[in-house]
């Protein structure tokens, strides 16, 4: 994508601006699953971390809020790379 980048930025076409907008909107749904898989990964370590707290006898529950919208939306944009 980089290149394609480079390569509008050096262009002289007139269709630059849709493509440019094209490869924006690529790299922003690319960072949208890249922060969506890491927030999961940081989900299943606290999992682990929890797992071994119960082992221990010395878990302590932590009830937060969460938007389930946001939550559905970022697993959908993982899923949907997969698909």
């Given at each position: 994508?980089?290149?394609e980048i480079e390569g509008l930025i050096n262009s002289?076409?007139?269709?630059?601006?849709?493509?440019?907008?094209?490869?924006?909107?690529?790299?922003k749904e690319g960072m949208k699953v890249q922060?969506?898989?890491?927030?999961?990964?940081?989900?299943?370590?606290?999992?682990?971390?929890?797992?071994?707290?119960?082992?221990e006898g010395k878990f302590r529950k932590q009830i937060k809020a969460?938007?389930?919208r946001e939550?559905?939306?970022?697993?959908m944009c993982i899923q949907r790379k997969k698909a």
């Open positions: 994508m980089y290149q002289d076409e007139p269709e630059t601006n849709d493509k440019l907008k094209s490869v924006l909107k690529k790299l922060e969506a898989s890491a927030n999961l990964m940081s989900f299943l370590v606290q999992d682990f971390l929890d797992y071994a707290q119960i082992k969460f938007n389930i939550a559905v939306e970022n697993v």
